[in-house]
């Protein structure tokens, strides 16, 4: 499977983004999804996953700003980010795993996405 992310940018602090990742030569359903980020000299980052019965979990910083969601027919996830810090700068990368869960381990996932780079500023 391929995963190509879409929707980073340049935005002020407390603005919005909607990152999309469109999934092709296997069909969305088969897996559960996640985003991480990555700021530089940090480790790669859980940001919130979907499992294939769209259950969702996100990381501690993320709640109630992220929202994560699928939409199969269309093969894509989103990540709605809202209230966004300048900490929150950082390139994010889509992921897929062949599970019914997501987790937080970047470890656990079989396909990546390159990324899309995300800076906030404050």
């Known amino acids: 499977a391929q995963l190509v992310e879409s929707g980073g940018g340049l935005v002020q602090a407390g603005g919005s983004l909607r990152l999309s990742c469109a999934a092709s030569?296997?069909?969305?359903?088969?897996?559960?999804m996640a985003w991480f980020r990555q700021a530089p000299g940090k480790e790669r980052e859980f940001v919130a996953g979907?499992?294939?019965?769209?259950?969702?979990s996100y990381g501690n910083s993320m709640k109630g700003r992220f929202g994560i969601s699928r939409d199969n027919a269309k093969n894509t996830v989103y990540l709605q980010m809202n209230s966004l810090k300048f900490e929150d700068t950082a390139v994010y990368y889509c992921?897929?795993?062949?599970?019914?869960?997501?987790?937080?381990?970047?470890?656990?996932?079989?396909?990546w996405g390159q990324g899309t780079q995300v800076t906030v500023s404050s």
């Open positions: 992921a897929a795993r062949v599970s019914i869960w997501a987790t937080i381990s970047a470890y656990d996932y079989e396909y």
């Open positions: 979907i499992g294939r019965s769209d259950q969702i």
């Open positions: 030569g296997r069909t969305l359903s088969s897996f559960s």
